[in-house]
């Protein structure tokens, strides 16, 4: 007998055309999977029983049909600041616990088009200020590996249910490693695509200049079908870049033997786990016996990233989030003047994390202070830019670890915002580059939390760093292991 739960989108796909397996079958089986486990991990905000069931169905009429394509009757979650039409998106804040969009994002209707079932929005941390999904409004979510852990954030909830199986793949978010921080902590695939290379026309701003939308699964494959799916211009985007659409699928099976992998001597710092270090060099001399050259390179400007970063989100978060005065949408308090309700709705609306965001961003941004931390951190948002140039003059694509650690312990980093920001210190560079990077599973902890590895590329080149991945992932088996949702323990 098959476990439903444990096929990919084109092991679904190959049983749906041949009458094996039904939509409507496989998305019940989701949503009592999902009724069975989240109460313990949250991965959800809110799931959509009767909308999924009501797609499944017309996914389920297309392949009777013959008209189905790789992700028809698929269940999948979507990270709620992704809008979809008549389906509440709060971005895990009270300031919007009621909003309802009158809209789909791009990559939802694109979905759609596709046939794809939607079962819910998932958890993350508010406004996607956060890397371990304990900044929502509404609830913690926990690591599937270890429920006393964080999943990691801010696309914490997606990850969780991927790795969790109350989904098949999932739409995150990336800012400064929001899908790929989240991913290697709870040992599956995610993929930052270059900046542009998806709309971000319905996605909720954090900070326009860095926001990608990108998906999770369980493997490479997976992967590539999604970023297949949601690529491709959109004049509603200005910052949709208009490149050719490429065959990411195709691409799998190329040859990768000859490429040039660098590791940058920068990304081994003093106090990051030795585990990590070892499953990174494990995962480069696997590399080597597929006939990749590794060899060590410098981005000399990355010690200065996570700075350049907090000034640059922040002060673009303040900008963005001024919308939210109880005007037009979402939460409204205060029954005196226009300054009352201002204050009123802002104090309660937004969490402590995201107040302090906007504070440190309006500080950045106001008279006397702009060229002293905004433009100086857009100028070295410039040199690490070049660095990545130089670095791609001697080699094809870079690895580093996704993160410094496994996942840390809930509570453990909540009131130190410092040492939660530098959880982020290896993911931060690509965002501020506007690279694709990919995370994927490379190996296990000595207490089995996963751990993940992280492959760097040029501008527009997804290509190449999932034609390595997938190569990786023909060798190893890490992408195959799941969680046993012991709440006392961990999965070896």
Request: aromatic letters at 8%; hydrophobic letters at 35%.
């Amino acid at each position: 007998m098959m476990d439903v739960l444990e096929l990919g989108i084109s092991e679904l796909k190959e049983a749906y055309w041949k009458g094996d397996l039904d939509p409507r079958e496989v998305t019940r089986l989701y949503l009592e999977r999902i009724q069975e486990v989240d109460e313990e991990i949250g991965a959800y905000i809110t799931v959509d029983h009767q909308g999924a069931l009501q797609e499944a169905e017309e996914a389920a009429r297309r392949i009777r049909e013959g008209e189905g394509s790789p992700l028809t009757g698929i269940p999948l979650a979507i990270k709620d600041n992704i809008c979809t039409k008549g389906l509440r998106t709060t971005c895990a804040s009270r300031i919007l616990y009621n909003f309802i969009p009158p809209y789909d994002a791009t990559v939802i209707e694109r979905l759609k088009e596709q046939g794809a079932v939607i079962l819910g929005k998932t958890n993350m941390d508010e406004f996607a200020m956060g890397s371990s999904t304990e900044n929502s409004g509404f609830k913690i979510t926990r690591n599937p590996w270890d429920m006393r852990r964080t999943p990691g954030g801010s696309s914490g909830g997606s990850a969780a249910a991927v790795a969790a199986r109350e989904c098949v793949a999932a739409l995150g978010s990336d800012t400064g490693g929001s899908i790929r921080q989240p991913a290697a902590f709870c040992g599956v695939v995610g993929l930052k695509p270059t900046y542009g290379r998806v709309s971000r026309y319905g996605l909720v701003a954090f900070a326009s200049s860095l926001d990608q939308i990108g998906p999770l699964a369980r493997n490479v494959r997976d992967c590539a079908l999604l970023l297949q799916a949601i690529s491709g211009h959109d004049p509603r985007d200005s910052t949709s870049a208009p490149v050719e659409l490429e065959d990411f699928l195709g691409c799998l099976e190329g040859e990768v033997e000859g490429l040039r992998i660098g590791v940058p001597k920068e990304y081994f710092v003093e106090g990051m786990d030795r585990d990590v270090e070892a499953r990174i060099w494990e995962a480069a001399g696997s590399l080597e016996q597929l006939g990749l050259k590794v060899e060590e390179i410098s981005l000399p400007h990355t010690e200065y990233a996570v700075a350049t970063y907090y000034i640059i989100c922040t002060s673009e978060a303040s900008s963005n989030l001024a919308r939210y005065d109880g005007v037009k949408y979402g939460l409204r308090e205060g029954s005196g003047d226009l300054m009352e309700m201002y204050l009123e709705t802002r104090s309660k609306g937004f969490g402590p994390e995201v107040k302090r965001r906007i504070m440190l961003g309006t500080f950045a941004l106001s008279a006397g202070y702009y060229d002293a931390y905004y433009r100086k951190a857009s100028q070295v948002r410039t040199l690490i830019k070049k660095d990545f140039e130089e670095a791609f003059r001697h080699c094809d694509l870079i690895l580093t670890p996704t993160s410094p650690t496994p996942a840390f312990r809930l509570g453990e980093k909540i009131d130190d915002p410092l040492q939660m920001y530098l959880s982020d210190i290896f993911t931060i560079p690509a965002n501020l580059a506007g690279l694709p990077a990919i995370s994927l599973p490379c190996g296990f902890s000595k207490e089995g939390l996963p751990i993940g590895m992280q492959l760097i590329g040029k501008a527009f080149d997804e290509a190449t760093i999932l034609k390595v991945a997938y190569a990786y992932q023909t060798i190893t088996d890490f992408h195959r292991r799941a969680p046993s949702l012991d709440p006392k323990g961990t999965q070896g």
